[in-house]
């Protein structure tokens, strides 16, 4: 049984940096894209950072490039997301999602590409 599990979320300043942690259960990082998500209030869920399979391929939301990065450590299976930077618009709740797609993904990463959700993590900047 495939189980996803986000970590790292918090309060945070605007200008700040917080680093969000992905731990999934059951699944390896090397046969999967994994993407992270996030979702406002009132708001449509958005994919902001995405890496393939093979870690040679990523893509970032035009909102996120420049002060976010994706990365993964394969030996302990754990995906991150380093958010620098931040301000009070990347207030959001943050979902790490595994799945088997891989497409040119251009200015919108429809979530139904991914399988598997974790529970999501709040990320709160202050103005």
């Known amino acids: 049984q495939v189980q996803v599990a986000e970590s790292g979320g918090g309060l945070v300043q605007a200008g700040g940096s917080l680093r969000l942690s992905c731990t999934p259960i059951?699944?390896?990082?090397?046969?999967?894209?994994m993407g992270w998500f996030r979702q406002a209030p009132g708001k449509e869920r958005e994919g902001v950072a995405l890496?393939?399979?093979?870690?040679?391929?990523?893509y970032y939301a035009d909102s996120v490039a420049g002060r976010f990065t994706i990365s993964r450590e394969i030996p302990q299976n754990k995906l991150y997301l380093q958010m620098d930077s931040l301000k009070p618009e990347d207030t959001a709740m943050y979902y790490c999602?595994?799945?088997?797609?891989?497409?040119?993904?251009?200015?919108?990463?429809?979530?139904?590409?991914?399988?598997?959700w974790g529970q999501g993590t709040q990320v709160t900047v202050s103005s």
């Open positions: 059951g699944l390896r990082l090397v046969n999967y894209a």
């Open positions: 999602a595994a799945g088997t797609k891989w497409r040119e993904y251009k200015d919108y990463v429809p979530p139904d590409d991914f399988h598997y």
């Open positions: 890496i393939k399979w093979s870690g040679e391929i990523t």
